[in-house]
């Protein structure tokens, strides 16, 4: 219970909502199987829809913070999360030509929702605390799609991959009621508007906080990286004999051990510095790849998820909070927003990237990866000594859930 004591009610509130919403989210998890089975795409179209919809993704959470800062982010969660709710019960009933706009509308209005949950939980847990505050919020992600999926499957097994689309709209409508509810409607903001004349823009903001700026790129290398496990990782397993089974079982393993150590880690790291832990964290997503340069044997590949998995639990929470509490207060939204995108970016980069190099070049891939994640880790870690320039606003006073 020490590790929710500093966690507002309204966040554990919006984390159970979290959960729930996570578990219904099941239509990127099928997409490219219901294009190429009952749609009857061919693969190539199929990639194609499905990249649009990332890119979706990527910008809904480069810019639902700016509707947040200004609107308030109450309201962007809200208006995401129900125009994502009422576009996916649609899609089933949509022609082809449709989906190339409708899905990314979809993916557009969650990836706001993403945005905008990271900045409702900056702007009102205390600074110094908003560790365990993330680390509540991943948890009940990660709890939510580790039951989502294979309730999935049973569902399109016995039913059809239409439902799959009914269950993650009307999910996702019950979800946008349910915040409705739970997060305050009104509140005070203590920071000028994003559109206020006189707040300094957030290119100043970030140029008087190089840190930032360092961790920024370095989540983006990174993400390239992480996210090959979901793109060549498995071909890489299945041409050296390693089968879907053993896949899925490293997938387990990854999401096993976050869910149990996630937020304990969180809790006893709360003290130590932010940068330090993030940047071994990255590190750690480095080596994790190179484990598989000399061999892709099963001992290979689960110490590979191991060291992957501990990178994680290292980095994601504690870059998403250094963030928030390094952020002024008039673009908390914003700031989250771009480290949102930048955390994502790797879901429209990481196939057509790693892809490209395995087909050509394949055993460059895991040492490019565990480079490039070394070199993020490393730069992050150095950036610990770059300060906030005094004149600039640092930081912002918790709040409550405004909008």
Not at 12 to 37: D, E, I, P, Q
Not at 324 to 342: N, T, V
Request: charged share 10%.
């Amino acid at each position: 219970m020490g590790m929710l004591r500093d966690v507002p009610r309204a966040v554990r509130l919006l984390a159970f909502g979290g959960f729930f919403n996570s578990a219904v989210s099941l239509t990127f998890v099928y997409l490219f199987v219901y294009l190429t089975g009952p749609r009857g795409l061919t693969v190539t179209q199929a990639g194609l829809i499905s990249g649009i919809g990332g890119a979706g993704v990527v910008a809904g959470n480069f810019t639902g913070g700016w509707f947040g800062d200004r609107y308030g982010h109450r309201r962007a969660l809200l208006a995401g999360a129900t125009v994502s709710g009422a576009v996916l019960l649609t899609l089933p009933l949509l022609p082809v030509a449709a989906l190339y706009a409708a899905l990314p509308l979809a993916e557009y209005a969650s990836g706001v929702v993403r945005a905008a949950n990271s900045a409702l939980v900056a702007v009102s847990v205390p600074e110094g605390t908003r560790r365990q505050g993330f680390a509540v919020m991943r948890f009940a992600g990660n709890a939510g799609f580790t039951v989502g999926p294979p309730l999935g499957a049973l569902l399109a097994a016995h039913t059809s991959y239409d439902w799959l689309f009914a269950v993650d709209g009307l999910g996702t409508l019950a979800f946008a009621a349910y915040a409705s509810r739970v997060l305050p409607a009104r509140a005070a903001v203590h920071a000028k508007p994003a559109h206020d004349p006189d707040a300094p823009s957030v290119w100043r903001e970030l140029r008087a906080r190089p840190a930032v700026l360092v961790l920024l790129a370095g989540i983006l290398c990174v993400d390239l990286v992480y996210r090959q496990q979901y793109s060549t990782l498995p071909v890489f397993l299945a041409d050296h004999g390693l089968g879907t089974q053993v896949y899925g079982w490293l997938l387990a393993i990854n999401g096993g051990v976050i869910l149990c150590l996630e937020l304990p880690a969180a809790h006893a790291l709360r003290k130590r510095a932010p940068l330090s832990i993030v940047g071994t964290g990255l590190l750690l997503v480095g080596l994790g790849y190179a484990v598989l340069i000399p061999g892709a044997g099963l001992l290979f590949a689960i110490t590979m998820m191991l060291s992957l998995t501990a990178g994680e639990i290292l980095y994601k929470t504690t870059a998403t909070a250094y963030v928030a509490d390094e952020a002024p207060a008039h673009a908390q939204g914003r700031f989250q927003s771009l480290y949102a995108g930048a955390s994502v970016s790797g879901q429209v980069l990481a196939p057509p990237l790693g892809g490209a190099l395995y087909s050509t070049a394949p055993g460059l891939l895991w040492p490019a990866c565990a480079v490039l994640a070394g070199a993020a880790g490393a730069a992050v870690l150095a950036a610990g000594r770059l300060r906030t320039r005094p004149s600039t606003e640092t930081g912002s006073p918790p709040r409550a859930l405004a909008g």
